[in-house]
């Protein structure tokens, strides 16, 4: 019993040393693959397809600053003051969910963040439980704006693409920092369902969805906050 309860010991302070230590690495270094990707890698190659891997980090000051206000008006308003999880939206999900067929969720960018970088997609106990210790981890350890370079540049855009570089690519034919302000809202409209949508050929439904991030985008506060010697 002594021994099951002393591996059980090491295998607890294995897994928070090493998850602590990689949150804090990935504070300063590229993502430059995730779990995700490796999965849809897969997937492909049971599927008898070609793996598809398209993906390029670019820092934070390389991507067009329509993106993160694009992502912010469509993913989570409220991204630059809360703590990682959105308590105000999670409350007004749960009072809609008691009469909708289909299911919303409240996840912000942090937990997607946190999800994409050290989890897989699919939806379980288990995983949920590991994206509120990532989340609160990423949020204590990283800036909100290293949150969102990471986001931006891990997160699925397209079939085997992902994050802005290569979106802006293969989707149109620029590099991230060229990205229009339309051109952001496609994609941020797109990012429920990046496989089914396409941001190069939006559909009726995904040009409605465009038209009101536009508009979003002019309502939320600037991402990053403007300092104080900076309007000076």
Not at 12 to 28: E, K, P
Not at 52 to 61: L, N, Q
Not at 76 to 87: E, I, K, L, S, V
Not at 135 to 154: A, D, F, G, P, Q
């Amino acid at each position: 019993m002594k021994k099951v309860l002393r591996i059980l010991r090491n295998l607890i302070l294995f897994f928070f040393i090493s998850t602590i230590l990689t949150v804090v690495i990935y504070r300063f270094i590229p993502v430059y693959f995730t779990p995700l990707m490796v999965i849809r890698s897969t997937q492909q190659i049971f599927k008898g397809e070609k793996p598809v891997w398209h993906h390029s980090w670019v820092s934070f000051d390389k991507i067009s600053p329509h993106l993160p206000m694009a992502v912010i008006a469509s993913e989570d308003n409220r991204f630059a003051t809360h703590n990682g999880f959105d308590f105000i939206e999670i409350k007004k999900a749960m009072k809609e969910n008691e009469t909708r067929k289909r299911k919303r969720g409240a996840s912000t960018i942090s937990q997607q963040t946190a999800k994409n970088v050290f989890l897989w997609p699919q939806s379980s106990w288990m995983r949920k439980g590991l994206e509120v210790y990532f989340t609160w981890l990423i949020e204590l350890c990283w800036s909100k704006e290293r949150i969102m370079e990471v986001y931006l540049n891990s997160i699925e855009m397209g079939k085997g693409i992902y994050g802005a570089e290569a979106t802006a690519k293969y989707k149109f034919h620029t590099t991230a920092a060229k990205l229009t302000a339309g051109q952001c809202a496609l994609i941020a409209a797109t990012l429920p369902n990046p496989i089914r949508f396409n941001s190069a050929h939006p559909s009726a439904y995904i040009l409605r969805r465009q038209s009101q991030i536009l508009r979003l985008m002019k309502l939320v506060p600037k991402f990053p906050p403007v300092k104080k010697a900076e309007k000076k």
